[in-house]
Nanobody, 123 residues
Framework: QVQLVESGGGPVQAGGSLRLSCVVSGVTFSRYAMGWFRQASGKEREFVAARSGRGGMTYYADSVKGRFTISRDNVKNTVYLQMNSLKPEDTAVYYC????????????????WGQGTQVTVSS
């Protein structure tokens, strides 16, 4: 059974930082590209960042480039999202996802999803 479990969300003031974690089980973690997506209330889910299985390639949404960093530990089967200089518009439920092929930015191309963790940034 494949499981992705996010943690690390919560309330934070604008300008602050949070680090999200996502622990993956039930798959060979290093063979999967990992992505982070977010969905704000009343909006569609959007791509945030992705990192390849061996960690050599990354993609970021323009809205988070320079502020967020995706990393992974293939020993701990964990992917992280370090979020700095947070803004109120970063408020959303954040999801991690695993993709067997490629390094997709389209949510339809991801195979497994976590349950999400809420991030709330106050001004």
């Amino acid at each position: 059974q494949v499981q992705l479990v996010e943690s690390g969300g919560g309330p934070v003031q604008a300008g602050g930082s949070l680090r999200l974690s996502c622990v993956v089980s039930g798959v060979t973690f290093s063979r999967y590209a990992m992505g982070w997506f977010r969905q704000a209330s009343g909006k569609e889910r959007e791509f945030v960042a992705a990192r390849s299985g061996r960690g050599g390639m990354t993609y970021y949404a323009d809205s988070v480039k320079g502020r967020f960093t995706i990393s992974r530990d293939n020993v701990k089967n964990t992917v992280y999202l370090q979020m700095n200089s947070l803004k109120p518009e970063d408020t959303a439920v954040y999801y991690c996802a695993a993709a067997w092929t490629g390094l997709p930015r389209n949510s339809d191309e991801y195979d497994y999803w976590g349950q999400g963790t809420q991030v709330t940034v106050s001004s």
